[in-house]
T-cell receptor, first 110, second 113 residues
């Protein structure tokens, strides 16, 4: 089955800096890669996603890149703000099932 | 629209007790999912239902059963609760397969003593 590894597990940045979270997946048949943000005590919410026929996607301060050959994808957040502090999860879709990474706790210090 | 709703929000069980977690969505989605979330382990898929009338095992199905009651409702049952099932349970729904955004419910925090 699919296995998704996510790094780092914790990330602390200063407000205004960039943050990068990386994920790798094991099954080359995976074709859809969403990123979810979960604030403390809340439900996960989709922030950006990318399909396997696209290499990069950007939405304001958030971007995701996908390298199918290397089987890894990354989340980039620029100009971080305190409200970006949360746990971020990557996931890979294989045959209709989402397999999630272990999560990255991002802390943005003012 | 309420989106995805779950009941109860909190539950405490004793080892060996049974209970059913309820989930409903009003977005006319075909697919529904049950996850558990444990510290440091992300979200792990327990069972999913690609469409009304079908259910399939996910990564961690042991100790659980599910029922897709109709298109709106998908329940998760613990027949004999164990302390290892202490977790936060999330239900989610999506319009089809795994290629579209999954919308999550608010979660149920379950403690098994």
């Amino acid at each position: 089955g699919e296995n998704v590894e996510q790094h780092p597990s914790t990330l602390s940045v200063q407000e205004g800096d960039s943050a990068v979270i990386k994920c790798t997946y094991s099954d080359s048949a995976s074709n859809y890669f969403p990123w979810y943000k979960q604030e403390l005590g809340k439900r996960p919410q989709l922030i950006i996603d990318i399909r396997s026929n696209v290499g990069e996607k950007k939405d304001q301060r958030i971007a995701v890149t996908l390298n199918k050959t290397a089987k890894h994808f990354s989340l980039h957040i620029t100009e971080t703000q305190p409200e970006d502090s949360a746990v971020y999860f990557c996931a890979a879709n294989l045959w209709g099932k989402l397999i999630f990474g272990q999560g990255t706790e991002l802390s943005v210090k003012p | 629209n309420a989106g995805v709703t779950q009941t109860p929000k909190f539950q405490v069980l004793k080892t060996g007790q049974s209970m059913t977690l309820q989930c409903a969505q009003d977005m006319n989605h075909n697919s529904m999912y049950w996850y558990r979330q444990d510290p440091g382990m992300g979200l792990r898929l327990i069972y999913y239902s690609a469409s009304e009338g079908t259910t399939d095992k996910g990564e961690v199905p042991n100790g659980y059963n599910v029922s897709r009651l109709n298109k709106r409702e998908f329940s998760l049952r613990l027949e004999s609760a164990a302390p290892s099932q202490t977790s936060v349970y999330f239900c989610a729904s999506a319009s089809s397969g795994g290629y579209n955004e999954q919308f999550f419910g608010p979660g149920t925090r379950l403690t098994v003593l």
